[in-house]
């Protein structure tokens, strides 16, 4: 008997596993990649720095070393790169983000930004859109994603069941949990926005938002070490293409690439770059955003040996690899899972979504 059955073939189900299989946790994935797609089309990004308030990431200080040494170790398995370290640069479009910078780096955010302000004409950003000057984000990066997932797959194989979850036929034991053919002690949903379909997990708060990029190629673009950001952010691709992004929309929350967020890329691309483009794929997924926006993790409040690692949102490559090592310890060593992402904060909407 396995010790988990993961739901998901996303980021989240995947960055599991890899935590599962160092500490010798016995596992079986099940779930259908086609239904993972926010993942593939993420830009992967990491940022220690949000640019609205211009304060630290929630967690930042904690979070970014354990995805560098996580990502690193994936790729040592892999034998391939996945983990691009990238400054983003950040182009001041007033006089007052300027000062805003110099002052934050010279204080609590000394450790994410670079104090030595750049001239906008620096040979990587050449075609960029930058002003006069630009400030440059330290210990961020990108992820490649897509190519994380397919050198996953190809390490789990052995342990994937490609399908789509029927919840209908899941058996929920005293000591164990069985689906179809399979058994083991516990089983935990990495199903992202789907988790609406879950019928023991869709009273948790999520706030799902659509994203949609696109790949285009601009062969006059150099941006080899740099990620730029106005209004949007552009990033060089391992392929040699670039990634453009993204959207955010909360109604019409579908897979579907549309006309709204065609003109949206476009018009963010034309804030970024002033040479020629040609768009290569445009692509659209739902982000599983949770309500108070920190991941929701933990046990079902009924059945003990369900649990649900989800909400990981826009920052997903960032957190995951923290709070699946948390999970881990969670469930050897019974430590307590970070207060601010436990699923216990739900648990009155659990009572409520009961009494209908």
Not at 152 to 177: A, G, M, P, Q, Y
Not at 213 to 226: D, G, P, R, S, Y
Not at 279 to 289: D, E, F, L, Y
Not at 299 to 318: A, D, I, Q
Request: proline share 4%; hydrophobic share 40%; charged share 25%.
């Amino acid at each position: 008997m396995k010790d988990f059955m993961i739901v998901g073939r996303g980021l989240a189900a995947n960055v599991l596993a890899h935590h599962f299989n160092r500490q010798n946790i016995s596992f079986t994935i099940i779930g259908n990649t086609n239904l993972s797609v926010s993942s593939k089309v993420a830009g992967g990004l990491w940022n220690p720095v949000v640019f609205k308030r211009m304060t630290k990431s929630w967690m930042a200080d904690d979070l970014i070393p354990e995805l560098l040494q996580f990502y690193s170790d994936c790729e040592k398995l892999f034998g391939t790169k996945i983990m691009y370290s990238r400054g983003i640069a950040k182009s001041f479009v007033e006089l007052q983000e300027k000062k805003l910078w110099l002052k934050k780096s010279g204080e609590e955010l000394s450790v994410f930004l670079d104090a030595d302000i750049k001239n906008g004409s620096h040979p990587d950003l050449v075609h960029c859109r930058v002003e006069a000057e630009f400030g440059l984000v330290k210990q961020s990066g990108f992820i490649d994603v897509p190519g994380f997932l397919d050198e996953s797959n190809r390490v789990f194989s052995e342990f994937i069941i490609d399908e789509i979850f029927d919840h209908r036929l899941l058996e929920i034991k005293t000591n164990c949990v069985a689906y179809k053919n399979n058994t083991a002690k516990n089983i935990i949903f990495c199903e992202g926005h789907l988790v609406k379909n879950n019928p023991y997990f869709q009273w948790i708060a999520l706030k799902p938002a659509k994203g949609e990029t696109f790949t285009i190629k601009a062969n006059e673009l150099e941006l080899n070490e740099t990620i730029f950001n106005r209004n949007g952010f552009i990033l060089k691709l391992p392929s040699g293409n670039f990634k453009v992004g993204a959207t955010y929309e909360w109604t019409d929350l579908n897979d579907l690439p549309s006309d709204k967020g065609e003109n949206e890329l476009r018009d963010k691309l034309n804030s970024l770059i002033t040479c020629p483009y040609s768009v290569i794929s445009h692509q659209a997924g739902i982000r599983p955003s949770s309500a108070d926006r920190r991941p929701i993790i933990g046990p079902h409040p009924e059945f003990s040996n369900l649990f649900v690692f989800n909400g990981l949102g826009t920052k997903g490559v960032m957190l995951a690899p923290y709070f699946a090592n948390n999970f881990v310890h969670f469930y050897l060593q019974n430590q307590e899972i970070v207060p601010d992402v436990h699923v216990k904060r739900f648990y009155p909407l659990y009572e409520n979504w009961q009494k209908k």
